[in-house]
């Protein structure tokens, strides 16, 4: 049996980051089963097929999914999905309230990481040197579904850039009113 084990971030897509995420919330799940299920997911076996691999294999081949999944891969603002590029905000100064309200509804709940990187990134319209413009914002609803097949390096990066980026505004939010409520006071 010939198997296609990933070696990065790269080679995982989304989709099968959330189909592993919903096997790891399981209660009651094994190790034993939690197992089967990532070699199944990450290696497109069926999981009958999973549970006739010799132990040591599967425990090699474990390992091999665990290093995939803990690698450093850096940030990309542009990818290809079927041929179409798709492109990050490139200025997040000028994100619209339609932008920013469905961040903040999307943040918090990691199976709809497709829905936030439909918001985050967008097709490219226009590109000029190294500049881009995307598509306008009108919903996640037109690519969250080409969404599962992003890369899960660039989802990492995205994700890890945006909640920086959040963690940073909220902190400077926080500073300013401090500001204002010692005005305040101080009059």
Do not use: C
């Not at 132990?55 to 390992?63: A, G, P, R, T, Y």
């Not at 450093?72 to 490139?90: H, V």
Request: net charge negative; no cysteine; charged share 25%.
């Amino acid at each position: 049996m010939k198997i296609t084990i990933p070696e990065n971030l790269q080679e995982i897509t989304l989709q099968k980051y959330l189909q592993f995420n919903e096997v790891v919330e399981r209660d009651g799940i094994t190790e034993q089963d939690l197992i089967y299920n990532k070699v199944s997911i990450f290696t497109d076996l069926k999981l009958r097929d999973v549970r006739l691999i010799p132990l040591k294999d599967l425990v090699q081949i474990n390992s091999l999914i665990d290093v995939a999944l803990t690698s450093e891969m850096p940030f990309s603002n542009r990818f290809k999905i079927d041929g179409l590029e798709f492109g990050f905000i490139p200025n997040l100064d000028k994100i619209t309230q339609a932008e920013w309200s469905d961040l903040m509804s999307y943040q918090n709940d990691e199976s709809k990481l497709n829905n936030l990187m439909a918001i985050l990134f967008r097709p490219i319209v226009k590109t000029t040197l190294d500049t881009y413009a995307i598509e306008e914002y009108n919903g996640t609803e037109k690519h969250a579904k080409t969404m599962l097949k992003t890369p899960l390096n660039i989802v990492k990066g995205a994700t890890g850039f945006f909640l920086t980026l959040l963690d940073e505004l909220q902190k400077h939010i926080q500073k300013s009113m401090e500001t204002e409520q010692a005005k305040v006071i101080k009059q």
